[in-house]
């Protein structure tokens, strides 16, 4: 979302019943030494910075009163963009002190309706919400139940967490946009996952540092450009996995091109993609597809049984043979 106008930043607050809007000091607000919003990009500031020197601040900010001061819920955008403004006053709804956890659940809940936070400052906020629960409730919450607090999908979750895990320098490439956030999950996914699922031994030679970093690499070298690339990795992991059960040796020709990978800083997944499992997994797509169509067809003929619909539905299959038929002589004929 845009945040070119300060009245953008509108949000249904739904505080209790007991808050107060009133004209508050800006000196007597404190930032929230705990707001997972750790990054405020330059330009976005700028822009709401622009629209409150127009319009004042149109928006209240949320605050609950600490000793003789008030302290920051939501807001801190407008709050940082008024103080430097010089402005004096700023509305605001006051209400009751609340618990770090009660405080992160609602800035998560409130940015589902705005411009999300970016990767990091999610994962840290994320991070600290499921450690304020363990301390409560002397267990770590699952992926299930922090959806339900804070209403990120289950899949952005998973990742969040995993995001964490993360080498620092790792974390900061993702900070700085230079590696997205996306690449370390399919990353985990097709490499890591599929190794320690179909050829663990190939992991356990090299390490999941090492594999890890090879790929990592290979991005910040620009031999990677796509994250999605990372999803042709699996396939070939999987096929090795098939080859060497069905030969009987516990190997395959296929672990050639999965060490490359992780051994030649200029090998391509692309490259190894095409020379060993594309078209194998062309033709494992056609079988799944001539299944489903079969089974298309069995459904069709049974609920049209009776109608004028059958003919056509029978008209359909008898023709798909007929080309099919053509397509499978031709084909022997220049064999």
């Known amino acids: 979302m845009s945040v070119s106008s300060e009245a953008e930043e509108q949000v249904d607050t739904q505080e209790n019943a007991t808050a107060q809007l009133r004209e508050l000091s800006v000196s007597d607000v404190e930032p929230n030494a705990q707001n997972p919003r750790l ?4 330009d976005e500031l700028d822009r709401l910075t ?3 020197d127009l319009e004042g601040v149109l928006v209240p900010i949320v ?41 992160l659940q609602q800035m998560f809940n409130i940015h589902l309706i705005r411009e999300p936070w970016r990767d990091i400052p ?18 770590e919450p ?13 899949e952005r979750v998973r990742q969040l967490r995993y995001v964490v895990t993360l080498p620092e320098q790792w974390q900061e490439y993702i900070r700085e946009e230079t590696i997205p956030l996306n690449f370390f999950w399919e990353l985990k996914k097709n490499v890591i996952d599929a190794l320690r699922s179909n050829r663990p031994a190939i992991l356990d030679e090299y390490g999941e540092d090492r594999v890890s970093k090879a790929f990592v690499q290979k991005r910040l070298d620009q031999v990677i450009t796509d994250t ?5 990795v699996s396939p070939i992991i999987r096929f090795a996995a098939q080859d060497a059960e069905s030969n009987g040796t516990g190997t395959s ?22 020379e060993t499992v594309q078209m194998m997994v062309e033709v494992d797509k056609l079988g799944r597809r001539t299944s489903t169509m079969v089974a298309v067809f069995a459904r069709l003929l049974t609920k049209t ?3 004028s619909d059958n003919e056509e539905v029978r008209r359909l299959g008898r023709e798909l043979i007929q080309q099919i038929t053509a397509l499978i002589d031709s084909n022997e004929q220049h064999n």
């Open 50 to 52: 622009d629209s409150i």
């Open 39 to 42: 990054d405020f990009p330059k």
């Open 122 to 139: 999610t994962a840290k906020a994320l991070q600290r919400l499921a450690q304020e629960i363990k301390d409560a409730e002397g267990q």
């Open 142 to 154: 699952n992926d299930s139940e922090l959806r339900d607090l804070t209403g990120l999908s289950i």
């Open 63 to 103: 605050v609950y009163p600490k000793g003789d001061k008030y302290v920051l819920v939501d807001g801190e955008r407008r709050f940082r963009c008024a103080r430097d403004l010089g402005h004096s006053k700023i509305p605001a709804v006051i209400t009751t002190e609340r618990s770090e956890r009660e405080v």
């Open 305 to 307: 049984a009776g109608t």
């Open 253 to 274: 020709s296929l672990d050639t091109s999965i060490r490359d990978l992780i051994e030649k800083p200029e090998a391509t997944i692309d490259d190894a993609y095409e």
């Open 228 to 232: 999605v690339s990372l999803r042709k």
